[in-house]
């Protein structure tokens, strides 16, 4: 359960309006793709979940002005390409939109950054009601109940957005049947925006951000409750995942994409845990409030 924000927050971050405004200008919205940042002398590559991926790289810019022998590398491709490029050795970070298993968690040292919710958006002609229980939507997503008309939308197998939705209805992913699917938050409200009938599931920052860039979408209350940062910090909206960051915990087994001492004098080793240190502080914190999303309580 998150840990409540003070103070007020506004519905709409401009970090995330931004991104999705150049959805609704250009027509289409891929996969984030975020190239390296800082001085090119060293790298450190961070990699994962496209959910976090744009406060990661205003968190790595930050950073890495901080450090001006510092590059780092944001790219993103889901929760689970993350884990596989941090445990191959290819990425030193990986971003992940869910909780891991205790098995994926092996060897490595996960730190919670902030909260997400999953709002549930739907083409403004989609014949669903405005409010639906997390029962209606677990016979929706199984595919146990589908009014004429309805298109589901769903994420692709290995997304930790598709297994925190599933998860959070009660659900394993392999349960989740869909008419459709898209791979990146991005993707997901472009083609339930522009699909007669469709209903999908996207971060609550990116379908908020939809809206104020006036892309047609109508965002589900579940149990009555609307997904916002407020709600989500609350606890009260039903659909909650955790946003983190994973490392090698033991500096034998740190991925070798640093090269001589590392970051300003670091044995490389530390670099990882001293971004995400970074990261998951204060000024990181902020950054994610600005985005949307519900930060982590330091500590």
């Known amino acids: 359960m998150p840990s409540p924000v003070s103070g007020p927050a506004a519905r709409l971050r401009p970090g995330r309006r931004d991104v999705l405004k150049g959805v609704a200008a250009l027509g289409a919205l891929g996969a984030l793709g975020l190239s390296g940042c800082g001085d090119p002398r060293q790298r450190l590559s961070v990699s994962g979940a496209s959910t976090i991926a744009p406060p990661t790289e205003t968190i790595a810019n930050l950073f890495n002005a901080q450090r001006s022998d510092f590059r780092c590398d944001v790219s993103s491709g889901g929760t689970g390409y993350g884990l596989r490029s941090l445990r191959g050795g290819s990425s030193d970070v990986a971003m992940l939109a869910r909780k891991l298993s205790q098995a994926e968690r092996d060897g490595l040292a996960v730190r919670v950054a902030a909260y997400d919710g999953i709002a549930i958006i739907a083409h403004p002609d989609t014949p669903l009601p405005d409010v639906m229980s997390v029962e209606d939507c677990r016979y929706l997503a199984s595919g146990k109940t589908r009014p004429s008309g309805v298109v589901v ?18 659900l394993v992913p392999a349960q989740l049947h869909g008419d459709a699917e898209a791979g990146s938050n991005g993707q997901m409200v472009l083609n339930v925006s522009r699909t007669a009938g469709a209903v999908g599931y996207v971060s609550h920052v990116d379908a908020l951000a939809a809206l104020d860039a006036g892309i047609g979408l109508r965002i589900i209350r579940l149990n009555g409750v609307p997904p916002s940062l407020e709600t989500v910090a609350s606890g009260a909206y039903p659909i909650i995942r955790p946003l983190a960051y994973a490392y090698h915990a033991g500096p034998a087994h740190t991925a070798g994409s640093l090269g001589g001492s590392g970051v300003n004098g670091l044995r490389r080793s530390l670099a990882p845990q001293v971004f995400v240190d970074f990261a998951t502080g204060p000024e990181g914190r902020k950054v994610f409030a600005d985005h949307g999303f519900a930060p982590a309580r330091e500590g």
């Open 153 to 170: 939308v769903q994420k692709p197998e290995g997304q930790g957005t598709r297994q925190a939705f599933a998860s959070g209805l009660g």
